[in-house]
């Protein structure tokens, strides 16, 4: 198994990395999950074995152990791992992707929130981050694994390159159609912010991981006063953490 880096160390590389928006988006068209029809994420059989395998995570971690008790679980025998040449960081970019799109069916807005006001771009982008942080909850105790194999310099680019994706399905799906200058500036500190609370994240032992809530409630306020964010974040600051969490929890959400 992969030894575990520190968690500084392990935000510090992917802050680094985040401060370079251009980078990661230069090469991408604009993406939306579900702006067209779009192709399976994964081949059925390497679906099926991943899937079977997040299941052991929680015991096994991200593992060769995992992987193959996932096979087997599917129907498979252990050397039908061989399908996945990246071995456990395929597993990793597996739950990534899939909760990535998975946020489309999992928080969906009203058209107006308490007393009639309508739900501004900031609140949805709190509540859609929010969610996605939760969906690691399962295997929140396992996740400094997933990061230190993430920050080795062969996967690096990959993990950078979900994590942008990541932040502007998250715009997107908070109804920000921007084309200025500004996209990209909001996409880096969202995945500054993202990353910085998904660390914080692994070392929460608070009840419902309301700590991790107010850790992203506090970097969220950060950025809004130092206007990096520009309008957009400001109407977040109108809605108390009850009324983000009551969106969540109509959906079904744990909260």
Excluded at 45 to 68: C, K, M, N, Q, R
Excluded at 88 to 117: C, E, M, W
Excluded at 153 to 173: G, M, N, Q, V
Aim: aromatic share 10%; proline share 5%.
């Amino acid at each position: 198994m992969t030894s575990a880096r520190s968690p500084s160390a392990l935000l510090g590389t992917f802050r680094a990395a985040s401060l370079r928006p251009a980078a990661a988006w230069r090469q991408r068209c604009l993406y939306h999950s579900h702006e067209y029809t779009q192709p399976a994420p994964f081949p059925p059989a390497e679906s099926a074995i991943l899937s079977s395998a997040l299941s052991h995570v929680p015991s096994y971690g991200f593992t060769a152990d995992a992987l193959h008790l996932g096979a087997r679980d599917a129907g498979y025998m252990d050397v039908s791992t061989n399908l996945l040449p990246r071995g456990v960081f395929d597993l990793i970019n597996y739950h990534l992707v899939t909760q990535r799109l998975a946020l489309k069916n999992t928080v969906q807005f009203p058209s107006t929130a308490d007393q009639g006001k309508k739900l501004g771009t900031g609140a949805k982008v709190r509540t859609l981050t929010l969610a996605r942080l939760r969906a690691n909850e399962p295997i929140i105790h396992r996740w400094q694994e997933a990061l230190a194999v993430m920050g080795q310099p062969s996967y690096a680019p990959t993990s950078l390159a979900e994590l942008a994706r990541l932040a502007d399905e998250i715009w997107y799906l908070s109804g920000d159609e921007s084309v200025d200058s500004s996209w990209y500036t909001k996409r880096a500190s969202l995945s500054a912010i993202y990353s910085a609370t998904e660390v914080f994240m692994t070392q929460d032992k608070s009840k419902d991981f309301i700590e991790t809530e107010q850790f992203l409630d506090s970097r969220l306020g950060d950025v809004m006063k130092m206007g990096g964010f520009i309008g957009a974040l400001s109407e977040w600051a109108d809605y108390t953490a009850h009324s983000a969490v009551n969106v969540l929890r109509s959906k079904g959400m744990r909260v």
